[in-house]
């Protein structure tokens, strides 16, 4: 808690959680705005679509454009926005069908491809070098925690019967706090570029930069084959509580609870071990941890055993999280930096659509136990080949030069 007693810090970290909340806030109001007005299961695809559409087309572009801009004016233009466009909803959502909801959440969604990028990018030039795994588990710590609270404050407010309407004002009214917490991170820091790059040539120059990098590339692919997978795993418990234990969808809240709580554990303990252990041996295990917790949907009969093992799931999560954010923050070179987070951003929010596009059909074909089982022998195959694949990745102490 040192960390938090410098005001910098201090300040990035409350804008950048607050900012977490507003959107979880935000996501489920909306969603459930969208169950009350609309009519058909098509409308919650075209909700997802407009969430994650932006994130797809815009991440790495807007990774290259946030490269010679003052990073803190460029998340306070993005809560800034961000509220004006929420107020402007308000004023005008009883007058207005539901399908401009779509817009509204693909313009969120594409204001926070600014955000955050932006924030992971200013984290290093805040804290120390030997301080950042402990300032990335109090970020994973800080994300999860309020993620959580939004989650369930919007659904018990949601059950009390509190209107639509007052909760996207709360969440504006957290973004304007995110707006002024970050406007007080000091100095200003923005990387002046000594000559001009065109705005492609800077987002294939930043692709090329992983490329070109063996043990980048090799991570970064890891990551995005994994990210297929785990960001799936949602649809697939959904299919699993109602087709196979005949139990309720809600109970899926209890779950990512569980799953939540692991984050935090791990999230916790991944700064004790970052500087004493093989970052490899941080990053590779928590794949055969998965695997494991996946594993044992075949046996369970029981909703409730799924409880700890999800937990497991979530721990494993939250190493693999706070290691991978920190080494990313030690090797990349600086100039890098945003285009670096914005592929990072880009991969870990945007192979949700595949994921979910390919293990939906999968349900439909082969069924919930088998794609459960394809889900395991999938992941388990990436886990033994990163063995061979990854290189050792060195101890936390040691800077490695890109």
């Known amino acids: 808690m040192q960390l938090l007693r410098e005001k910098d810090f201090r300040n990035l970290f409350t804008g950048r959680v ?3 909340f507003a959107d979880s806030i935000m996501f489920f109001s909306l969603l459930k705005w969208i169950e009350l007005y609309s009519s058909g299961s098509s409308s919650f695809t075209w909700f997802y679509i407009a969430y ?4 797809t087309i815009f991440a790495l572009p807007i990774g290259a454009w946030l490269e010679d801009k003052t990073l803190q004016k460029v998340m306070v233009f993005s809560d800034g926005i961000r509220v004006f466009i929420l107020v402007l909803f308000l004023l005008t959502m009883s007058f207005i069908q539901v399908e401009w909801t779509y817009l509204l959440l693909l313009f969120i969604s594409l204001l926070g491809l600014f955000f955050v990028p932006a924030s992971q990018s200013l984290l290093p030039f805040v804290v120390k070098q030997e301080d950042r795994a402990k300032a990335n588990s109090l970020f994973q710590l800080g994300f999860t925690v309020l993620r959580m609270i939004g989650q369930i404050s919007t659904a018990a407010l949601i059950k009390l019967g509190i209107p639509i309407p007052i909760l996207l004002l709360i969440v504006a009214s957290c ?3 995110s707006l002024v917490f970050i406007w007080n991170v000091k100095p200003w820091f ?3 570029s000594s000559e001009k790059v065109g705005q492609w040539e800077m987002m294939m120059d930043g692709i090329r930069y992983i490329a070109t990098h063996q043990t980048l590339k090799a ?3 890891l990551l995005a084959f994994a990210m297929l997978i785990v960001s799936s795993i949602d649809l697939v418990l959904i299919s699993f509580l109602t087709e196979r234990l005949k139990v309720g969808v809600e109970n899926l809240s209890f779950i990512g609870t569980s799953s939540l709580i692991g984050i935090i554990i791990g999230a916790s303990i991944t700064p004790k071990w970052y500087r004493k252990i093989d970052r490899k041996k941080l990053i590779i295990p928590s794949l055969f941890a998965i695997c494991f917790t996946l594993g ?3 046996f369970i009969q029981n909703w409730w055993f799924i409880l700890p093992l999800f937990t497991i799931q979530g721990i494993a ?4 999280q706070v290691t991978f954010v920190t080494y990313l923050q030690d090797v990349v070179a600086k100039e890098n930096y945003t285009r670096t987070f914005s592929l990072f ?8 659509l595949p994921g979910i596009i390919v293990f939906g059909l999968l349900l439909n074909k082969i069924g919930t136990m088998n794609s459960i089982l394809m889900m395991v022998c999938t992941l388990l195959l990436l886990a033994i080949v990163s063995c061979f694949t990854v290189p050792a990745l060195g101890k936390g102490e040691i800077r490695k030069t890109s």
């Open 175 to 177: 973004l304007l706090l």
């Open 345 to 352: 951003h880009m991969i870990t929010s945007t192979m949700a």
């Open 317 to 320: 999560i939250g190493v693999y």
């Open 296 to 298: 044992a949907l075949l």
């Open 190 to 192: 923005r990387k002046e």
């Open 18 to 20: 607050l900012s977490i």
């Open 52 to 55: 994650y559409l932006p994130m």
């Open 219 to 221: 991570l970064f692919l």
